[in-house]
C-alpha cells in the first residue's frame, strides 16, 4: 500500500513538474574581439531578449583600418555602460541570469582582454557559470538565433578576419574542411578597396559598385588543387592592385566599379563553386552563410539560386547579426551550457583559439 502511494505521489509530481514550462536559461554574453563592443542577453540559445553593439569604425575610419591600441581602449570606455543597457533592454534582473559567456578567442589579444576581465568579474560577483566562446562559433550559431539547424550541415564562414567551409555533422562538432591559405575574403574586399580610394570598412562600397557597374574588368579566379576546399585571394588582390597602379600611371582615372564587379564575380564564383561541392559531398542538409561578409548582396543572391538547384536550403541570419555582436555568441554558449561545460576563472583570451579545440 506504502509503495502505491509513494507511486501516485511520485506521478502527481512528474505531472506537475511537466505542465510547468522550464525555467528559461538566460546568457549574457560579451564579444569584444575586434572593433565593435557588444552585450547581449539571450534566452535558450535562441531568443534574443537584447543585443547592444557599439560600432568603433568611425574611430578607426581615419586610419583606414583598426588600430588595435585604440580598439582596446574604446572597449574599456563602453562595456560598463553597455553591460547597463543589455541588462536593462532585457528586461531581466541579474538574479535571474543563468551564465555569462565571452568571446575568448581569436581576435586582438588587447581587445579579447577586455571582454574576458570584464565576463570574469561578473561571473565571480554574481556567482554564475563561465563560457568562454569561440568567435567563429558564434558567427555560425548567429543563424540559430532565426532558423532552425539540421544537421549535417556546411557553413561557409567569410568575415574580416576568417575565410573556411566548416562541416558540422552534430551540435556543436566543427570540422573545417577548407581555409584561406592568405587573405580572408573581408580582409581581401578592404585592401583592394583602399586601394581604390574607398573608405574602411570597404566591403560594402565594394558590393555596392559591383551592384551599379554595368560592364567588368576581368579578373583571375584562385581554384587551387581540383579536390581542395581551401581558398587564397591574395594573388587576385595583386591583380587589382596592378591594374590600379597601371591606371594611375599611365594618368587615366581608375575604373573603380568595373574593378569592384571584376573583384566580386571571381570572389564570389570561387566561393559559390566550393560551398556547393562541400554540400553536395557530404550531402548537407543546410548551407549556412556565416560572417561579416555575408551581408554581400551579390554573394546571397548567388548562392541562392545555386542552393535552390542543389535543393538545401541556403540559410543567412539578417544584416544585423551578419557583423560581429553578442547575441551570436550568445547562441554559440548554449552549446556549452547544455553540456554544463564551463570554464574556471583561469579563462585566457586566446588570439589563435582553433574552433575544432573549443
Ligand atoms: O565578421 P566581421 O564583422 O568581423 C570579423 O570577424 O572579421 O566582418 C567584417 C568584414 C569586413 O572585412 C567588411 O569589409 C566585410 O566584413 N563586409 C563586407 C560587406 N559587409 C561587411 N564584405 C563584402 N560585402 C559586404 N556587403
Ligand atoms: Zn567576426
Redesign the pocket.
Known amino acids: 500500500m506504502n509503495v502505491t502511494k509513494f507511486d501516485e505521489q511520485q506521478r502527481e509530481l512528474t505531472e506537475a513538474n511537466a505542465a510547468k514550462p522550464a525555467k528559461p536559461v538566460y546568457i549574457l554574453a560579451i564579444e569584444t ?2 572593433d ?1 563592443t557588444s552585450v547581449a542577453i539571450v534566452e535558450n540559445g535562441k531568443i534574443i531578449r537584447s543585443n547592444v553593439i557599439s560600432s568603433q569604425i568611425e574611430t578607426h575610419q581615419r586610419f583606414g583600418g583598426v588600430v588595435p591600441e585604440v580598439a582596446s581602449r574604446k572597449h574599456v570606455e563602453s562595456i560598463t555602460w553597455m553591460l547597463e543597457e543589455a541588462v536593462e533592454e532585457a528586461g531581466i534582473s541579474l538574479q535571474e541570469l543563468s551564465a555569462i559567456a565571452v568571446t575568448e578567442g581569436p ?1 586582438l589579444i588587447g581587445a579579447l582582454l577586455v571582454g574576458v576581465v570584464a565576463g570574469k568579474a561578473l561571473a565571480c560577483a554574481l556567482d554564475l557559470p563561465l563560457i568562454g566562446v569561440h ?1 567563429i562559433a558564434g ?1 555560425i550559431y548567429a543563424n540559430q538565433l532565426v532558423h532552425e539547424l539540421e544537421y549535417p550541415l556546411i557553413s561557409l564562414v ?5 575565410t573556411e567551409l566548416v562541416l558540422l555533422e552534430e551540435p556543436g562538432k566543427f570540422r573545417i574542411i577548407g581555409r584561406t591559405r592568405d587573405d ?4 581581401a ?2 585592401k583592394i ?1 583602399r586601394a581604390m580610394g574607398l573608405p574602411y ?4 562600397h ?2 555596392r559598385l559591383a551592384q551599379e557597374a554595368e560592364s567588368e574588368i576581368k579578373l583571375p579566379r584562385s581554384w587551387l588543387e581540383a579536390d581542395s576546399y581551401d581558398f587564397s585571394f591574395s594573388g587576385l588582390k595583386s591583380a587589382v592592385l596592378n591594374v590600379v597602379n597601371q591606371s594611375k600611371m599611365r594618368g587615366e582615372a581608375v575604373q573603380t566599379a568595373q574593378i569592384a564587379k571584376g573583384f566580386q564575380a571571381s570572389v564570389i564564383d570561387v566561393l559559390v563553386e566550393k560551398a556547393s561541392r562541400a554540400v553536395r559531398e557530404y550531402g548537407a542538409k543546410q548551407l549556412l552563410l556565416a ?3 555575408a ?3 551579390g ?1 546571397r543572391s548567388v548562392l541562392a539560386e545555386r542552393c535552390a538547384e542543389l535543393g538545401v536550403p541556403l540559410l543567412v541570419p539578417p544584416h544585423a547579426l ?3 555582436n553578442a547575441a551570436m555568441i550568445g547562441a554559440a554558449a548554449f552549446l556549452k551550457w547544455d553540456k554544463q561545460e564551463f570554464d574556471s576563472m583561469e579563462l585566457k583570451a586566446e588570439p589563435q583559439l582553433k574552433l575544432e579545440e573549443w
Open positions: 574581439s575586434c565593435e581576435g568567435h558567427h567569410v568575415s574580416g578576419g576568417h580572408a575574403a573581408g580582409e574586399y578592404d578597396a570598412p570597404g566591403g560594402p565594394v558590393d560572417g561579416g561578409v551581408a554581400n548582396k554573394l551578419c557583423t560581429d
